[in-house]
């Protein structure tokens, strides 16, 4: 399991960015809920997107797997795909967006009716045409690296949170994306569970993965990011190493955000 | 009762059940759902005409009674010009109607599968098309079959109205046993007790299918 192209640089943040958001904006009716958002990741890059409810992280995120159409702005994925959202977006331009990302729900979002190993082959075997056989050993492969070969078998209902969202994420790295899109990925599981979840996506990060995370844990995203980027009201308020963000933030709104986390009471 | 009438009639009536009343349910339940399915996504169509159509079409066929569908189709039609046998009539007519309301079901339980099952489907770069087949219509069947099965025994029972075009089924044995014999409340409580056996067997069959589809959901 390692990110599709071996040759990435050894020095995250060096060269051009793998993918690049300029002014990108989007208004849900008379909400605006992005309002000019640019964001750089390299490869082999983990950017974490922190911020209040309601501050427009999550529809960024969104926005970068084409479940969401923006009102304007840039999107590009290097080398060969750069999205203008002011014209109507083509078909087939939101294919090659999500032919490059692979997203990670909050609430796993995997199909009932498939076993763990259907919900994980799906996509390659039925929309990248990829060789049954091919395809099933990389999940089984995918499968056992976290910890449920043995649950290949079962359906979703038979697993735990942590479990689930686990399958969540090989079915993401069964597309071999370019970029891993985790919304909120532990959001939604009870604490104990939570652990498992993060040593999985700490180990991607440590294979070179590139990743952009949307979440709470801040601890977590001092861990794992190189780059934490903090949203609210939908605008960048701060951006920076998690050192400097999470450790000694400069505006206001990103202290008092960070305070508050880390002392609820 | 008259013991030895309910015996020499029960294998005509039977018999209407197996050549009439059965296959002609299933081929217009068939037909029906087919026309239900492509109703339903009319219906749920982002083409405001397209959407209209469907809506038009589910108000006409709840609106009007059967029997009334049925006329026009086989007495109406020949005035200009269109002439159907008995047989095609009732096939067709009975697939309307079950078109109209199995559409409403089949598009209440397309809407209920989750958001976020759309979302998965798009992730994995399926299309509109390949989403609804692989991933929505599999979990919209399994909360269709209880409110479909009732459709179905409907149908079974309002198969009766084709003795009224001329269709030998089930009611029309027993209607042409009774007038030749006068017995009539022998052989219509004959006929009610054959409906609702194959109706026993269909509801058996309802069970046994929501128990397979059961399989992948938590109890």
Redesign the interface.
């Known amino acids: 399991m390692s990110p599709t192209d071996p040759a990435a640089p050894a020095t995250p943040g060096a060269g051009t960015p793998l993918l690049s958001v300029a002014g990108l904006r989007k208004s849900f009716g008379d909400h605006e809920v992005l309002r000019s958002i640019d964001l750089e990741v390299h490869r082999g890059q983990v950017v974490a997107l922190i911020g209040p409810s309601g501050s427009g992280k999550t529809t960024v995120l969104r926005c970068l797997n084409g479940l969401e159409t923006p009102d304007a702005g840039r999107v590009a994925v290097a080398p060969d795909l750069a999205l203008d959202f002011g014209r109507p977006l083509r078909k087939r331009d939101r294919g090659a967006l999500r032919d490059r990302s692979a997203m990670v729900f909050q609430h796993y979002n995997l199909f009932p009716h498939m076993t763990v190993l259907e919900n994980v082959v799906e996509g390659p075997i039925r929309v990248q045409k990829r060789p049954r056989d091919v395809v099933v050993a990389e999940a089984e492969r995918l499968l056992e690296r976290v910890g449920l070969a043995d649950k290949r078998d079962s359906h979703p209902f038979e697993l735990s949170g942590g479990q689930a969202q686990r399958v969540g994420i090989v079915r993401a790295l069964a597309m071999q994306p370019q970029v891993l899109l985790f919304d909120e990925p532990t959001s939604a599981l009870d604490p104990e569970l939570v652990g498992d979840v993060l040593t999985v996506i700490k180990e991607l990060s440590d294979e070179g993965w590139t990743m952009v995370i949307v979440t709470h844990e801040l601890a977590f995203a001092r861990e794992v990011s190189d780059h934490v980027v903090f949203m609210d009201g939908g605008v960048v308020v701060e951006s920076g190493p998690p050192a400097q963000v999470l450790g000694a933030p400069q505006q206001g709104r990103t202290q008092q955000f960070v305070r508050r986390l880390l002392n609820p009471f | 009762m008259d013991w030895d009438l309910v015996r020499s009639s029960l294998w005509p009536i039977v018999r209407g059940a197996l050549t009439g009343t059965i296959p002609l349910s299933l081929a217009s339940f068939a037909l029906g759902l087919a026309i239900a399915l492509v109703v339903a996504l009319m219906r749920l169509s982002r083409i405001g005409l397209v959407s209209w159509v469907a809506r038009v079409y589910v108000s006409l066929i709840r609106g009007t009674p059967l029997l009334v569908q049925l006329f026009v189709i086989f007495y109406g039609l020949p005035s200009v010009g269109i002439t159907i046998d008995p047989w095609p009539s009732a096939i067709l007519a009975f697939s309307l109607n079950v078109g109209g309301y199995a559409a409403e079901v089949i598009r209440a339980a397309i809407q209920s599968v989750?958001r976020?099952?759309w979302?998965?489907?798009?992730?994995?770069?399926?299309s509109h098309g390949?989403a609804l087949r692989?991933?929505i219509l599999?979990?919209a069947a399994?909360v269709s079959v209880p409110p479909l099965s009732n459709t179905f025994i409907s149908l079974v029972k309002d198969t009766s109205l084709a003795s009224l075009i001329l269709v030998t089924e089930l009611f029309r044995e027993a209607q042409q046993i009774a007038a030749f014999s006068q017995q009539f409340m022998t052989l219509y409580l004959e006929a009610a007790v054959v409906y609702w056996v194959v109706c026993l067997v269909l509801s058996s069959c309802q069970s046994v299918l929501e128990r397979r589809l059961d399989?992948?959901?938590?109890h």
């Open positions: 989750p976020g099952q979302e998965a489907a798009h992730m994995i770069g399926m390949l692989r991933v599999p979990q399994r399989r992948y959901v938590a």
